[in-house]
């Protein structure tokens, strides 16, 4: 149960709350921090699940990172996607 953690160990959900407060408020364009090679594996599932729901309502994501592959292999990635080096 995410609210029996302790408050350090939620640092994973801050993006992804972060992209729900934008969402919230109209945004269409959504902009990460710096995410290196390791933090794009641990976010891997939630980046995917935040390109779908992107890819469904229009939304733009821009994910500044050293781990193209890493985005490649675990996300939506077509034409309206583009990930560039």
Known sequence: ?????????????????SCALGISKGKKILIFPWISSTECSVQ?????????YA?????IVVIPTDSIETL????????????YE
């Open 55 to 59: 890819q469904q309502n229009e939304l």
């Open 44 to 52: 891997s599932y939630r980046i995917n699940k935040l390109f779908e």
């Open 72 to 83: 490649k292999s675990n996300t939506v990635y077509n034409m309206k996607y583009n990930i």
């Open 1 to 17: 149960n995410v609210f029996e953690l302790k408050f350090k160990q939620l640092w994973h959900w801050s993006y992804l709350c």
